[in-house]
């Protein structure tokens, strides 16, 4: 103990310097938006190689689920796929119609890295600017919303998930189209709290809840959670929902990261809405 000491006077100094430093770059990162986004995406491509070895070990341990949950979804997105139309009344004729466009695009992407213990969770993925990943795209997993891109790099995406704080992601009661915000609380990650709920709604315990479809980030009727409990606290005019999540968070390993085609035209159109009432 004594020598212990006799060190830290002796370098006391030195350690003072580095705690300076220290605090002198985190407050460069943290107030300049440049240096801050520089040193993200060097963090993000210095450590997604290593997130990649530790992925793929990680793989073998849960090969059965990640085949059935892909397979799954490969079913669900063939059913949901709008490729014909059969007329339902008369002759029944097939008709491949070219009026629609594309809205969102689906791109596959591998889990390299995801916490779940945090208040403010993240999620990294193996792809990133090069693959088209831009800042603010919805991401899904095998059964319904998992979060939106925060930061990308060449080949990185980090991933704001829906196991975070600030995270609110605009959902609807599918039976009755009742829309609030879906927030985690911080406490379980199997749980999520529904917001903005009237008390004169009627819903039951097992109810979908699915995205609204009233951001440019996720289609409507993407599946969220279930309803697990509510009531109304006394005094208040709005429910206290907890839901379950439909995703495992600590099994997800393969997601899609969605671009909306009609996302620029209807930012620019918001955006001119907002000034011309200002």
Do not use: C
Request: a neutral charge; charged letters at 20%.
């Amino acid at each position: 103990m004594r020598n212990l000491i006799a060190f830290i006077r002796k370098y006391s100094f030195f350690f003072l310097f580095l705690g300076v430093e220290t605090l002198a770059f985190y407050l460069i990162i943290k107030n300049n938006h440049f240096q801050g986004s520089s040193f993200l995406n060097s963090t993000n491509q210095l450590t997604g190689g290593i997130y990649t070895r530790y992925a793929e070990l990680g793989d073998y341990l849960h090969l059965k689920e990640v085949n059935d949950a892909l397979s799954d979804e490969n079913k669900r997105l063939r059913e949901n796929q709008i490729r014909s139309f059969e007329r339902l009344f008369g002759e029944n004729i097939l008709v491949k119609d070219t009026i629609f466009k594309r809205k969102y695009l689906y791109t596959k992407a591998k889990v390299i890295n995801n916490s779940t213990h945090r208040q403010n969770n993240y999620l990294t993925l193996n792809i990133g600017s090069r693959n088209g990943i831009e800042n603010g795209m919805g991401v899904v997993g095998p059964n319904g919303v998992v979060g939106v891109v925060k930061n990308v790099s060449d080949h990185y995406a980090s991933v704001v998930s829906v196991l975070h704080r600030e995270a609110k992601i605009s959902v609807k009661l599918k039976n009755s189209s009742y829309f609030g915000s879906m927030q985690w609380d911080g406490e379980d990650y199997r749980t999520v709290m529904l917001k903005d709920i009237p008390n004169h709604v009627q819903m039951n315990e097992g109810d979908t809840v699915v995205t609204s479809g009233f951001s440019s980030i996720f289609p409507e009727g993407l599946n969220a959670a279930v309803i697990k409990t509510f009531h109304v606290p006394e005094g208040e005019n709005f429910y206290e929902i907890k839901m379950q999540l439909l995703n495992d968070f600590k099994q997800i390993s393969y997601v899609y990261v969605l671009k909306n085609n009609f996302s620029s035209e209807i930012k620019e159109l918001e955006s001119g809405s907002e000034e011309s009432n200002d």
